[in-house]
């Protein structure tokens, strides 16, 4: 069973920076799809941005595109997601998950973290 950690997030200002960091263990978990959706008070929830075991299998949210970044480091199982020029509308609790699928992002089957929140409030 692999297990996803979840760190960071907060409350910043727009045309700020945060960087969210997910830990993932288990085995073959360097193996695994990784990536994040949100989920705000109201809206559905979006796939954000996501990442294949092969690294050049991503996917973003049109939302996202040119302002949001995934990456993994397999070495030490964790990805991450920079967050760049944050917007009011990113302000919603961001979920990290975890999944053996050959598609670039996890599905409702694949662990989970705990949730982190970002507000993006001036």
């Known amino acids: 069973q692999v297990q996803v950690v979840q760190s960071g997030g907060g409350l910043v200002q727009p045309g700020s920076s945060l960087r969210l960091s997910c830990a993932a263990s288990?085995?073959?978990?360097?193996?695994?799809?990784m990536g994040w959706i949100r989920q705000a008070p109201g809206k559905e929830r979006v796939e954000v941005a996501c990442?294949?075991?092969?690294?050049?299998?991503?996917y973003y949210d049109d939302s996202v595109k040119g302002r949001f970044i995934i990456s993994r480091d397999n070495s030490k199982n964790i990805v991450y997601l920079q967050m760049n020029n944050l917007k009011p509308e990113d302000t919603a609790v961001y979920y990290c998950?975890?999944?053996?699928?050959?598609?670039?992002?996890?599905?409702?089957?694949?662990?989970w973290g705990q949730g982190t929140q970002v507000t993006v409030s001036s």
């Open positions: 288990g085995r073959n978990v360097d193996s695994y799809a």
């Open positions: 990442i294949g075991y092969n690294e050049d299998n991503t």
């Open positions: 998950g975890a999944d053996w699928t050959p598609l670039p992002c996890p599905g409702d089957r694949g662990s």
